[in-house]
């Protein structure tokens, strides 16, 4: 069983940082993806980058594209979202998740950690 945890969510002003964490734990698959996605209030839940973990590729809504950068650290079982030039509309609640590389469906989820941007 795959387990989740997301850390580092936090309240920020507009242009500031963030850095979020999720440590996997459990049995995983030798090949996965790792993505991050976050949901807004009064909005379904969104994409927002993933990662290959053997490779190393990444993928990143275009909305995020040059602001967020997605990376894991293999040995510490960790993947981490740095996010900058944060705005308002970053807001939300996000999540990491996991799927194996032949599902196209995130299956494991983390609890979410709150991100806020104030103007």
């Known amino acids: 069983q795959v387990q989740l945890v997301e850390s580092g969510g936090g309240l920020v002003q507009a242009g500031g940082s963030l850095k979020l964490s999720c440590v996997v734990s459990?049995?995983?698959?030798?090949?996965?993806?790792m993505g991050w996605f976050r949901q807004a209030p009064g909005k379904e839940r969104e994409f927002v980058a993933d990662?290959?973990?053997?490779?190393?590729?990444?993928t990143y809504a275009d909305s995020v594209k040059g602001r967020f950068t997605i990376s894991r650290d293999n040995a510490k079982n960790t993947v981490y979202l740095q996010m900058n030039s944060l705005k308002p509309e970053d807001t939300a609640v996000y999540y990491c998740?996991?799927?194996?590389?032949?599902?196209?469906?995130?299956?494991?989820w983390g609890q979410g950690t709150q991100v806020t941007v104030s103007s």
């Open positions: 998740a996991y799927r194996i590389v032949i599902s196209s469906t995130y299956n494991k």
């Open positions: 459990g049995r995983t698959f030798s090949n996965y993806y």
């Open positions: 990662i290959n973990w053997s490779s190393g590729s990444t």
